[in-house]
């Protein structure tokens, strides 16, 4: 027998929403949503479709799921076993873009929302918040309901985003914060000359040299709080004319530095500054990620605590991988917890899912919701 969430990932598949397309999809989950007593708000902005489903429950608190409609594109069609937007279920299988990142989390969610309705079960405040800009800038999709909620002072009490999270099974990988990401580009200035002539001329790579070489000796701090120390590569240097003769005036480094919560964007930008103290050095920063952090804590145990019923598996609660949505939210100061499907095909040809995988999400997220309280 199909399970409802494969019923609804296969739809979700079905409409081919490469970012920042949403097709329709967001829709379709209101058509599920509105008969289970769901209100849409739409918070669309510069043509990125966005939505808050909220349905007023009848316990206290307000738990939300996060996710996101868009994919990533398909790459070579031609190298698809089956087509990426024909959802073939084959062997127990769900092949397609999105199976995984993430329509079948999204899927997961609304079966466990749609069956606890069903049975009339008493429920927390729910909300779903579905972005379709998350695949690709992210500069009009969450960030831009979590502006609208703030004014509007409906943030919820903690966050699912429903990434796909887990390495080997369902339950194994909860991400309860991401490094944050600076990117970074310094130009230092001398004057060009010949070699010949140094006197006449100001070395920019001489100036640059010992400044690079003080920033890879920078200690940042250690590992602490489940994140790994912060890192600062240099991963480009750009000098010189080609010539053997030209001293060249203009020097440029290009740093990406992951940062754990211990350090800050500022502080960042003043130790890197201190390094180069005394040269002459225009600076470009780029926030490109904040970074976060859930607490241990009420709702991470909540969470953890599910996962054990279903799954019999502690899981692990981590930090690394790249970033996401999540950083929005709890910028804003919610407690996050992405737990999704596993990872093993996202953005890849040929990405599917276990059937099996749904199911066990579903009642993960089910028996989250039941048990979902605040403090
Ligand atoms: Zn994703």
């Known amino acids: 027998m199909t399970s409802l969430a494969l019923q609804i990932a296969v739809k979700l598949i079905r409409r081919q929403s490469p970012t920042p397309e949403d097709a329709g999809c967001q829709n379709m989950i ?74 079948g989390g999204i899927a997961c969610w609304l079966a466990a929302v749609a069956q606890l309705c069903a049975e009339q079960t008493p429920l927390p405040s729910l909300q779903l918040l579905i972005t379709s800009d998350e695949e690709g ?34 339950g194994d990988t909860i991400r309860r914060g991401r490094r944050g990401v600076v990117q970074a580009t310094l130009t230092f200035n001398g004057k060009q000359g010949h070699s010949a002539y140094p006197q ?33 590569q240099i991963t480009n240097f750009n000098a010189g004319t080609g010539a053997s003769n030209v001293i060249p005036g203009t020097a440029q480094a290009f740093l990406d530095i992951r940062y754990n919560p211990n350090n800050s964007f500022e502080e960042i930008q003043t130790r890197i500054k201190q390094a180069c103290d005394g040269c002459d050095v225009d600076y470009e920063f780029d926030h490109v990620a904040t970074a976060f952090s ?25 930090t690394g991988g790249g970033t996401s949505d999540g950083r929005f939210l709890a910028a804003a100061g919610v407690p996050v917890a992405e737990l999704g499907l596993t990872n093993s095909t996202i953005h890849q040809v040929n990405e599917c899912v276990a059937t099996h995988e749904l199911d066990t999400l579903t009642a993960i997220y089910t028996d989250i919701i039941t048990h979902f309280e605040v403090s």
Request: hydrophobic share 40%; with cysteine.
């Open 137 to 170: 800038e992210s500069t009009d999709g969450t960030i831009r309901m979590v502006e609208y909620m703030q004014a509007q002072h409906t943030l919820p009490d903690a966050v699912i985003v429903g990434e796909p999270s887990c390495s080997e099974k369902v």
């Open 30 to 103: 209101e058509s599920m949503l509105a008969p289970l007593g769901f209100v849409r708000t739409a918070v669309d902005s510069n043509g990125i479709t966005n939505s808050i489903y909220t349905r007023q429950g009848e316990l206290a608190g307000m738990l939300a799921f996060a996710g996101h409609t868009d994919v990533v594109p398909t790459g070579p069609i031609e190298s698809w076993e089956h087509p990426p937007f024909e959802a073939v279920v084959k062997d127990n299988i769900l092949h397609g873009r999105g199976a995984q990142d993430m329509k």
């Open 294 to 318: 859930t607490p241990d804590g009420l709702f991470l145990d909540i969470v953890c605590a599910s996962i054990e019923r279903i799954t019999d598996i502690r899981t692990n609660r981590d």
């Open 200 to 232: 006449d001329a100001d070395n920019a790579i001489h100036a640059a040299a010992p400044c690079l070489a003080k920033i890879a000796e920078i200690h940042w701090g250690d590992a602490s709080d489940g994140f790994p120390a912060t890192s600062c």
